[in-house]
């Protein structure tokens, strides 16, 4: 029997102050793991981002190319950037 195809829909949702970026700066790494462990297992991830997380990393090129899953990004690249916590 084939598995059926399955994705999940992750929607992150705006905290603390949303006149500045600080709330999705300390979930940037959490972000991060939650790709990881998708990565882990083939699991198709959706992300939906509010306004103030999208702006965050709409600010860092490598932090788009990450969201992307951008293919000039090895896993083991992902890995070490994940590690370094990378902030503004």
Not at 29 to 46: E, G, R, V, Y
Not at 76 to 87: D, F, I, P, V
Request: aromatic share 10%.
């Amino acid at each position: 029997m084939r598995p059926y195809p399955t994705f999940f829909v992750v929607h992150f949702e705006t905290g603390g102050d949303t006149r500045n970026l600080k709330h999705p700066q300390a979930f940037w790494q959490a972000t991060i793991d939650l790709m990881d462990c998708a990565n882990q297992f083939d699991a198709k991830l959706t992300l939906q981002f509010n306004p103030q997380r999208a702006k965050y990393i709409l600010k860092d090129p490598l932090k788009v190319k990450i969201v992307r899953r951008d293919d000039s990004i090895k896993n083991t690249q992902l890995n070490s950037l994940c590690k370094r916590r990378m902030h503004p």
